[in-house]
């Protein structure tokens, strides 16, 4: 029994011009993606350096043990990280029912992390100009952190959004 009712639609073959198109496009978002890689290294390497920063800033102010330096460092500058990537990864129902607890809680771990940044930083100048050079260098370090974070994650989340 022959199907009457099957009707053959024509084949649409992709142009050499949309071809191209899709091709830069996929390379575009594989430089995407390694910026954003790049940005994530960068921001993995200064978190590094802020959390020698707050431990050895922490050890000082308190006269606590090593690891529990280390262990407050990482929940100040790791707490900050996570908990602005779980802002930057949800949606919007979500982000609005966690602002009131994660905004908050990103201000004071950035705060905290700056003020212990500086003080580490400063703690060997010898005049008031390298006092307040270190004192900047301090409060850049978890500032770049946010940035970096931010750019990264945005970027990153562009490109899976795309994929």
């Known amino acids: 029994m022959a199907h009457l009712n ?4 024509p084949r649409v073959s992709k142009s050499r011009q949309t071809v191209r198109r899709s091709a830069r496009a996929a390379r575009a978002l594989r430089r995407q993606a390694w910026t954003a890689v790049g940005i994530g290294c960068v921001a993995l390497t200064l978190t590094a350096l802020s959390l020698s920063h707050l431990a050895h800033g922490i050890e000082t102010v308190t006269t606590c043990a090593s690891w529990e ?4 460092a990482c929940g100040i500058d790791l707490g900050f990280v996570g908990l ?3 802002q930057l990864t949800v949606g919007d129902r979500v982000r609005r029912q966690i602002a009131p607890y994660s ?3 990103i201000l ?3 705060a905290g992390s700056a003020l212990l940044n500086a003080f580490a930083f400063s703690s060997a100048a010898t005049n008031a100009y ?13 500032a ?3 940035c970096f974070m931010q750019v990264g994650a945005r970027l990153a989340r562009d490109c899976h959004s795309r994929h």
Do not use: C, D, R
């Open 108 to 110: 004071g771990t950035l």
């Open 69 to 72: 330096g280390w262990a407050m």
């Open 6 to 9: 099957v009707v053959e639609l």
């Open 84 to 86: 602005e990537l779980a």
């Open 144 to 146: 770049l952190i946010y």
């Open 103 to 105: 905004k908050p809680a």
């Open 130 to 142: 390298l006092m307040a050079a270190a004192i900047a260098f301090g409060v850049a370090v978890p």
